[in-house]
């Protein structure tokens, strides 16, 4: 009998935290704002065209307002004393005023329907396709958060975690160590600053530098991140492929040329080193698992940590601010 109940509360345990999660679906605004999709894609469009790096932004935005509290639009807010974008971890984190733009057009022509988290979430998805990424459909429904504490976003994956602190972010995210590497290889596009680079290339214990930076790269990441140079100075995080979408980041981090510390450290461990060997197995493409489609997959499970559904949240008139 006690496993009986045992086992009843576990399942409802598990229907209630799966079960926002099944409220979301692709097509979910065919009816009440059936312009949605195209209207994002076009404000994102714009974007890109006018600053190709827009893209890497827009999907790293989306990234960080899921790790927080959930794809909930609370990285979005700026209006209390201490917002949610302010915390360190997110530093450098920018593309709010498309989302606002993308929002305020809905706004004139779908009030009071369309969320700020959901708009988030298909602005990343338009934004890796204009990268020459992988389209794919992106399950709606999300309602926005009523919480955005700078303090909730301590918790958040860092560019110096071990491979182990890493795993154990992404498991409490209901995430594996496949897609770790995966969304980690959303690096593909975008850039870092020096600031990040100088535990790794000057405080790197006990060694000063770390080794597993190939030995033919050391010398040129320090010359553009020199010990006492500017931090602010930008640098590709895919050596020679930083504005298109592809699996090179993958081959970089397997050679010793990745540029950020815990794109590196994927390489240090059994399980998640396998899974970047898969995709440059000698039977890849015709038999093997294809990167694009999986990254999709770790994409649309990441857009569903967390989120709000039905009664739950609201939609905010602005993106910016509560109601």
Do not use: W
């Not at 857009?303 to 509560?322: H, Y």
């Amino acid at each position: 009998m006690a496993r009986f109940v045992f086992l009843s509360l576990l399942f409802l345990f598990l229907f209630l935290i799966d079960g926002s999660k099944s409220q979301l679906h692709v097509g979910f605004y065919s009816n009440t704002c059936p312009q949605v999709e195209s209207t994002v894609h076009d404000v994102v469009r714009e974007a890109v065209l006018f600053d190709r790096t827009k893209a890497a932004v827009l999907l790293r935005l989306h990234f960080h307002d899921c790790f927080v509290e959930g794809c909930d639009g609370s990285i979005l807010i700026n209006t209390t004393q201490n917002p949610e974008k302010t915390a360190f971890p997110h530093a450098g984190v920018k593309g709010f005023e498309v989302i606002e733009r993308a929002k305020a057009q809905l706004e004139a022509s779908c009030p009071g329907v369309v969320s700020c988290a959901d708009i988030v979430a298909l602005a990343a998805r338009d934004a890796i396709v204009m990268a020459n990424g992988p389209a794919y459909q992106v399950p709606t429904g999300r309602r926005d958060g009523f919480v955005s504490d700078k303090s909730l976003a301590g918790n958040m994956p860092d560019v110096n975690d071990s491979i182990q602190q890493l795993k154990t972010k992404f498991l409490n995210k209901g995430l594996t160590e496949k897609d770790l590497v995966l969304l980690s290889a959303a690096h593909t596009i975008g850039t870092t600053a020096c600031f990040f680079m100088r535990k790794r290339l000057y405080e790197f214990f006990p060694f000063g530098s770390d080794p597993t930076i190939n030995l033919n790269f050391l010398p040129e990441l320090k010359a553009r991140c020199p010990k006492d140079g500017d931090v602010n100075i930008r640098l590709a995080m895919d050596e020679g492929s930083d504005l298109k979408f592809d699996k090179s980041i993958l081959k970089n981090i397997r050679e010793g040329f990745a540029v950020l510390a815990s794109d590196a450290r994927l390489n240090d461990d059994f399980v998640t080193k396998s899974v970047i060997d898969s995709y440059f197995n000698p039977i890849n493409p015709t038999f093997g698992p294809s990167f694009e489609n999986d990254f999709v997959q770790s994409m649309v499970k990441m857009g569903q940590i967390g989120v709000k559904t039905g009664s739950v949240g609201n939609i905010r008139r602005v993106c910016s601010a509560f109601n």
